[in-house]
C-alpha cells in the first residue's frame, strides 16, 4: 500500500504526547500499531508475506461484515484488558495484514491469537492505554464485550477530567 508520510509523522507524534501525558488511549487496529511504533516497538509489514504459517487475519468486507467473529483471540489473564472483559478467550472480526512484531518496552502483549499474532497491547505504568487489533467498534451493537471495552475508556477519560479539575482548584 501507500505510504502517506505527513500522517504517520503527525500520528506518531500525537501517540508519543498522548502517552507521555499519561492520557487515556484507545488504540484500535492501526492504532495499535501506532501505540507500539511510537513508544519503539516493530511491526510485521505483512503478516502473509512474513508470517505464512499464521491464520488469516486480512478480511475484508465483502467477506465479513463487521460484527462477524472470525477468530479466536487469547487474553492474559493477568492483564487489564482480561479484568474488562472477564474472559480469558474472546472472538473478535479482523480487518489487517500488519501486526505487532515486537512490543515495545513498558507495553505488555495483552491478547494473542493461536498463531502468537499480537492482538492487544497495553502499558500498565499509565492510567489507561489499551491496544486491540481488531475493531470492537464494528461488534458494537452484539458483542458486550466490545461495549465493555468502550465503556471503561470512556470512565477513564471522565476520571481524568475530574483529576484535572481537582488540580485547578
Not at 501506532?34 to 504459517?53: F, K, T
Not at 499464521?54 to 493477568?78: G, M, T
Not at 489487517?96 to 502499558?123: C, M, P, Y
Amino acid at each position: 500500500g501507500s505510504v502517506d508520510r505527513a500522517r504517520d509523522e503527525t500520528e506518531l507524534a500525537l501517540a508519543r504526547w498522548a502517552l507521555e501525558a499519561d492520557l487515556p488511549v484507545l488504540g484500535i487496529c492501526r492504532g495499535i500499531q501506532l501505540l507500539n511504533v511510537s513508544a519503539g516497538g516493530s511491526l510485521y509489514q505483512d503478516l502473509p508475506a512474513q508470517m505464512p504459517a499464521a491464520q488469516r487475519h486480512n478480511f475484508d468486507l465483502a467477506d465479513s461484515p463487521w460484527e462477524r467473529p472470525v477468530h479466536a483471540v487469547h487474553v492474559a489473564e493477568d492483564s487489564r484488558l482480561a479484568a474488562l472483559v472477564g474472559a480469558d478467550e474472546i472472538m473478535t472480526n479482523s480487518f489487517h495484514h500488519q501486526a505487532i512484531k515486537e512490543v515495545a518496552t513498558g507495553f505488555t502483549a495483552s491478547a494473542r491469537t493461536a498463531d502468537g499474532v499480537v492482538e492487544g497491547i497495553e502499558a500498565p505504568g499509565h492510567r489507561f492505554v489499551i491496544g486491540v487489533q481488531w475493531h470492537p467498534e464494528g461488534m458494537f451493537a452484539s458483542d458486550p464485550l466490545a461495549r465493555e471495552l468502550f465503556a471503561a475508556f470512556v470512565q477513564a477519560c471522565r476520571d481524568g477530567n475530574r483529576l484535572a479539575d481537582e488540580l485547578r482548584r
